[in-house]
């Protein structure tokens, strides 16, 4: 059930991350469909009008070595009328998986995404490759995918840029059970391009959730961003966040 809480605490902020961290959306078990819809509105009026709204479909589908990831994000944030944040995306991810052994995937994902406070009006992205299963028992497990992949960034007004580049889309995972109460995760994602490979992106994620009760879980997390090269010297090369929440899910 951990890794399942673990997926639903992910869902509110899958658009928040300068990276799209598909590894932490994807769904345990062979032979389902698995459907998961997260939507918040927040309408706040002191000295300030402020509107937060995040809406986060993740749908799953699996049969024989087939398997279908689909994401869909729209997070929105409004002060006085003014767009604080302003960001979401589109994943659609197949998998084909040897079965034999399991520990063999060819993948092929396209992605669209924007945010208007990076100055990025669209960035579409289409990539492949294999992904390996180096461990996996239990709830332990490590995962790695050296990724090739085409990047489209059309940026914003007042930026006259378009990029279209090859580039690496390598990712590690690994998960590890603690004392049968603790459940550690981290994600690494390393996006350099291949003509420049100074020009990279890295995106990085650590959760910590210990279990309290069957339905209760209190988790932390940390995420960490980093552009080598962002469109302006006015948005910083690195982004941090750092959260921690109690949560109790019923009827799983």
Not at 24 to 50: E, H, M, V
């Amino acid at each position: 059930m951990l890794p399942i809480l673990l997926l639903l605490l992910a869902l509110p902020r899958l658009g928040r991350a300068q990276l799209v961290n598909v590894e932490k959306s994807r769904f345990a078990g062979q032979d389902t469909t698995l459907l998961n819809i997260a939507s918040s509105l927040k309408i706040q009026q002191n000295t300030r009008f402020i509107v937060e709204s995040n809406n986060n479909l993740a749908a799953s589908w699996d049969r024989g070595p087939h398997t279908l990831l689909g994401l869909y994000n729209i997070s929105l944030l409004r002060v006085d009328g003014a767009p604080l944040v302003n960001g979401g995306f589109q994943h659609l991810r197949y998998n084909y998986t040897l079965r034999d052994s399991g520990a063999f995937t060819l993948e092929l994902f396209v992605q669209d995404q924007y945010n208007t406070v990076k100055l990025l009006d669209r960035r579409l992205l289409l990539g492949f490759g294999p992904r390996f299963r180096l461990v996996r028992r239990g709830q332990n497990f490590f995962y790695f995918a050296p990724l090739l992949m085409y990047e489209r960034e059309d940026l914003s007004e007042g930026v006259p840029l378009v990029n279209k580049v090859l580039k690496l889309d390598w990712y590690a995972s690994f998960g590890l059970s603690l004392f049968g109460k603790a459940y550690f995760t981290n994600i690494t994602y390393f996006q350099p391009e291949l003509a420049d490979l100074d020009d990279f992106r890295v995106f990085n994620e650590n959760s910590l959730a210990f279990s309290l009760g069957p339905e209760l879980l209190l988790a932390f997390n940390f995420n960490l961003s980093y552009d080598a090269y962002p469109p302006t010297p006015d948005i910083p090369r690195l982004f941090h966040t750092f959260f921690g929440s109690l949560n109790i899910v019923l009827g799983l």
